[in-house]
T-cell receptor, first 113, second 112 residues
């Protein structure tokens, strides 16, 4: 079955450590996105990529980094520079950039201890 | 800037009750409008969409009409079920900026 796979589902990190969240899709979608979800605040865009080897900052990119070396993969690194990293992170993809119809993974919950 | 405002939750209903979740938006140009649903512990799924004024999106018994004059896209369902319990997000797509702008979400709890 086609879909988006995020891993790990739950992750605990000590302050000062970088962590990388994996996102893989087998939908052959061109565009991929990372959103952060906090209670009562909806979803906020961290980074997005429309094609391989190209990505743009979203609204809250500070303290995060991404890469897009393969069409199927869009990993997100939460660096120690991110002041409040505890959140639910959602990866999404779409067939064509600019339609608003996104397919989401099941999310990764990061907790900083 | 562009934004989406949803009614605050939680919304608590009995099974078979009528549901309305209000959503209004602010946008330049002519955005596309969406409702996404998030079931417990899962990612979001597209529920329905409308791409121009007076369009009605519908799916799984849910409906929403794109009202340009009132800048609204309220979600309705005539008879809710326990399985509809979830968080519902209204969103708009402005096209030029390549991002989906979400409301804060409205939690719906349906009890038997």
């Amino acid at each position: 079955d086609g879909g988006i796979t995020q891993s790990p589902k739950y992750l605990f990190r000590k302050e000062g450590q970088n962590v990388t969240l994996s996102c893989e899709q087998n939908l052959n979608h061109d565009a991929m996105y990372w959103y952060r979800q906090d209670p009562g605040q909806g979803l906020r865009l961290i980074y997005y990529s429309q094609i391989v080897n190209d990505f743009q900052k979203g609204d809250i990119a500070e303290g995060y980094s991404v890469s897009r070396e393969k069409k199927e993969s869009f990993p997100l690194t939460v660096t120690s520079a991110q002041k409040n990293p505890t959140a639910f992170y959602l990866c999404a993809s779409s067939m064509l950039a600019g339609t608003g119809e996104l397919f989401f993974g099941e999310g990764s919950r990061l907790t900083v201890l | 800037g562009d934004s989406v405002t949803q009614m605050e939750g939680p919304v608590t209903l009995s099974e078979e009750a009528f549901l309305t979740i209000n959503c209004t938006y602010t946008a330049t140009g002519y955005p596309s409008l969406f409702w996404y649903v998030q079931y417990p512990g899962e990612g979001l799924q597209l529920l329905l969409k409308a791409t121009k004024a007076d369009d009605k999106g519908s799916n799984k018994g849910f409906e929403a009409t794109y009202r340009k004059e009132t800048t609204s896209f309220h979600l309705e369902k005539g008879s809710v079920q326990v399985s509809d319990s979830a968080v519902y997000f209204c969103a708009l797509w402005t096209g030029g900026y390549n991002k989906l702008i979400f409301g804060a979400g409205t939690r719906l709890a349906v009890h038997p």
